[in-house]
């Protein structure tokens, strides 16, 4: 997750996790952005908001 900024490299707080950590972040983002409430139903549930996965992904991030 490093970015370039003006021919410089700038280090995101999670370049110093672990790969797997890395990892449990990347899929924590796509869950948030791919879970997503409508009408009070989650897109890809379709159960009540929040879903479970929703919560997992908020949690995981939570404790980085």
């Known amino acids: 997750m490093t970015r ?3 021919g410089t ?5 999670t ?3 672990p790969p797997e950590l ?3 972040c990347r899929t ?3 869950v948030l952005h791919e ?3 409508v009408g009070g139903l989650c897109v890809i ?3 009540s908001w929040p879903c479970e996965p929703t919560r997992l992904a908020d949690h ?5």
């Not at 995981?60 to 980085?64: F, G, T």
């Open 15 to 17: 370049d110093y996790f």
């Open 28 to 30: 924590a983002v796509r």
């Open 4 to 6: 370039q900024a003006q």
């Open 9 to 13: 490299t700038v280090l995101t707080p």
């Open 45 to 47: 549930c379709a159960v």
């Open 22 to 24: 890395q990892q449990l």
């Open 35 to 37: 879970h997503i409430e």
């Open 60 to 64: 995981n991030l939570a404790l980085l």
